[in-house]
C-alpha cells in the first residue's frame, strides 16, 4: 500500500454473512457444531447435495474441523478465487447459509463480522442482510431490531467505525411489496433504531427479473421517503452483474432503466461499460420476450440515442411486429459478431451520454467480485475506466470480502497498483462514496 494516496475507508456494497473468512468458519463453524450437531449436520448434508450438483462432487465437510489442517479444505470449498458462473458462486455461499442460519434472536454472527470489519479498516460501512424465505413478519422485524441494536453499539464506541444495516428483499414483487410493508411498520415502532437501517437491496440471479417489475415500487418507495425523510431508504439493486442468458446490450439497457427510474445505486454494473470485444465469436441467448423490451426501448428512446450518435442499422419497428407474432418464452441464440460488438460499444457510449439527463444513479464497482463472477477479463479490463471516461458517478466496494478475500483498501490497492485508476480519481472516488452513503442520498438527519 502506498502511504501518500488517498484511500477511503467506506464500503458501501458489502454482504454481511460474506464477509466471513475461511478461519471465521472454521472457529465459528466448530462453535456451532458443539452446540446444534445435529441440526447443522443436516444442513451440511443439504450444502454438500447442492455443491455435488455444480461440482460433480461432494465437498470436503468431513475434513473441516478434523484438525486446524481443515482451514485449507474449506478454502478450496468456499473461496472463488477465479471466474464462476453464478450457479457455482451460489453453491460455495450455501455453506454460510448451511452453518451460520440467520437466527432473528441472536446477533452473535453479526457481533463477530462487525469486529472483523472494524479491525480491517472499514470507518463506515453497509451490510446487507437476507430474509430468509421461512421468516415471519415476527422473525423479520426481530432480526431487524437485534442488528440495529448491534450497529447501535459499535457506532457509539470510541473509535470511528459507523456500521448500518442494508435489508436484501426478494425479487418477487409481490413479496417485495409484503415484506417492505414490515419493514415500515417495524420503523414506526423502532425509531431509536430506524437510523442504522438506511436502505433496501434486491440481490441474487437478476436475469429473470426485468426492471419494469420494480417501477411502481420504486414510485412508492420515493413517495414515502419524501413524505418522511427520517425513515427514508435508499433503493440499492444488483444490476448488469451478469449476462449469461441476456445479450449484452439487453443487459446494459436494464442498468440504464433501474437507474432512469429512480434506483439510488447499482450494484455492479457491468453490462454497461463491458468492451464487447470480449463477447465476439461467443454464443448469446435470450428470450423474444427480452428481446421485445429491448426493442421498445429503442422506439421509446429513439429520439435522445440518435441524439448521442446511435442509430440501429435494422428496422425496429418490423423486428417488433415480427417478434409479436411468436411466443414470447422462445429462446434466440447465435454468435456475436464484431459488426455487433462495434454496434453494442457505441449504444453503450450513448446511455452512458444520457445518464446524467435520465438518473442520478450511483454505480457500485465490486473490482474482485467482477473478476470472479461477472467474469471481467482481467482487471485492465474493468469497465470503471470507461465509467469514469464517462463522468458516471462511481465508487469501489469488496462485495463478499471473505469469499473473495479481500477488502475495501485492497481492492483500491489493486486498481491503483494496475494503474487501472490514476491517484487523483481515487480521491474523486472516495468522494463520491462518502456522498453516496445511503443516508445522505436520501436526506436523512445524520446519526
Not at 461432494?58 to 485449507?72: I, M, N
Not at 411468436?326 to 451520454?353: K, N, W
Not at 479490463?381 to 469501489?396: E, K, W
Request: aromatic share 10%; hydrophobic share 40%; charged share 20%.
Amino acid at each position: 500500500m502506498t502511504a501518500d494516496l488517498d484511500y477511503y475507508h467506506d464500503d458501501l456494497h458489502c454482504h454481511l454473512y460474506g464477509c466471513l473468512t475461511v478461519h471465521d468458519i472454521w472457529h465459528l463453524g466448530r462453535q456451532q457444531l458443539a452446540v446444534n450437531k445435529d441440526e447443522i449436520k443436516a444442513r451440511l448434508q443439504w450444502y454438500g447435495d447442492e455443491f455435488e450438483k455444480v461440482f460433480g462432487h461432494p465437498p470436503q465437510t468431513k475434513a473441516y474441523w478434523d484438525s486446524c489442517l481443515g482451514v485449507a479444505d474449506i478454502a478450496a470449498d468456499y473461496q472463488a478465487l477465479d471466474p464462476i458462473s453464478f450457479a457455482t458462486f451460489q453453491a460455495k455461499f450455501n455453506l454460510l447459509i448451511a452453518l451460520f442460519p440467520l437466527n432473528p434472536a441472536d446477533p452473535k454472527i453479526c457481533h463477530e463480522i462487525l469486529l472483523q470489519q472494524r479491525r480491517s479498516g472499514v470507518h463506515y460501512g453497509e451490510y446487507r442482510v437476507p430474509v430468509p424465505p421461512y421468516f415471519t413478519k415476527y422473525d423479520a422485524q426481530t432480526l431487524w431490531t437485534k442488528l440495529s441494536e448491534t450497529c447501535q453499539l459499535f457506532a457509539k464506541g470510541e473509535d470511528a467505525f459507523q456500521p448500518r444495516l442494508v435489508v436484501s428483499l426478494p425479487r418477487d414483487p409481490e413479496k417485495l411489496v409484503e415484506q417492505y410493508g414490515w419493514l415500515k411498520e417495524w420503523q414506526k415502532g423502532a425509531a431509536k433504531l430506524s437510523p442504522f437501517l438506511v436502505g433496501i437491496d434486491l440481490c441474487g440471479y437478476e436475469e429473470d427479473h426485468h426492471p419494469a417489475l420494480y417501477q411502481a415500487f420504486t414510485a412508492k418507495l420515493h413517495e414515502d421517503n419524501s413524505n418522511n425523510p427520517a425513515t427514508a431508504l435508499a433503493f440499492l439493486v444488483h444490476g448488469g452483474e451478469t449476462f449469461e442468458s441476456l445479450r449484452l446490450e439487453s443487459s446494459a439497457r436494464r442498468v440504464f432503466e433501474l437507474a432512469a427510474m429512480g434506483v439510488h445505486r447499482i450494484g455492479h454494473g457491468i453490462a454497461l461499460g463491458f468492451d464487447p470485444k470480449h463477447v465476439v465469436g461467443k454464443a448469446w441467448r435470450q428470450t423474444n420476450a427480452e428481446r421485445q423490451q429491448h426493442l421498445g426501448f429503442l422506439l421509446d428512446q429513439a429520439d435522445a440515442l440518435a441524439q448521442q450518435g446511435f442509430e440501429p442499422d435494422y428496422d425496429v419497428a418490423k423486428e417488433l411486429t415480427d417478434l409479436a407474432k411468436r411466443p414470447a418464452e422462445e429462446v434466440q441464440s447465435g454468435i456475436y459478431t464484431e459488426a455487433e460488438a462495434t454496434a453494442i460499444a457505441s449504444f453503450q457510449d450513448a446511455l452512458m451520454a444520457l445518464w446524467p439527463r435520465f438518473s442520478g444513479g450511483v454505480i457500485e464497482c465490486c473490482p474482485t467480485s467482477n473478476l470472479v463472477v461477472g467474469k471481467v477479463p482481467g482487471l485492465e479490463n474493468h469497465p470503471i475506466r470507461r465509467f469514469l471516461q464517462a463522468d458516471l458517478p462511481v465508487i469501489v466496494a469488496s462485495d463478499d470480502p471473505g469469499m473473495f478475500d479481500t477488502d475495501i483498501i485492497c481492492e483500491q490497492t489493486r486498481l491503483i497498483d494496475h494503474q487501472i485508476i490514476s491517484p487523483g480519481q481515487l480521491t474523486t472516488i472516495g468522494q463520491t462514496a462518502h456522498s453516496a452513503r445511503a443516508e445522505k442520498l436520501v436526506g436523512r438527519p445524520h446519526v
